[in-house]
């Protein structure tokens, strides 16, 4: 599958590729910014989670590093 298709089927529906946020930021395959993406769409998708995805994309957007680097 190519990263963009990829990327797009994430974007529908993240939580049929991880099991929890954290999950994300350890995903090799994305640059920051689509992690960002991914963990806002699913944000978005399901705001009950806000409390776990949350800090995820807090950990991201502070530049320090995480689990994927």
Do not use: C, N, T
Not at 34 to 52: H, M, N, T
């Amino acid at each position: 599958m190519a990263k963009k298709k990829l990327l797009e089927d994430i974007l529908r529906d993240p939580a049929r590729f991880y099991r929890v946020p954290g999950d994300v930021l350890r995903d090799r395959r994305f640059a920051d910014e689509e992690r960002a993406a991914i963990l806002k769409a699913w944000r978005q998708a399901e705001p009950e989670r806000a409390a776990e995805i949350d800090p995820a994309l807090a950990d991201l957007g502070s530049g320090a590093p995480h689990a994927a680097e």
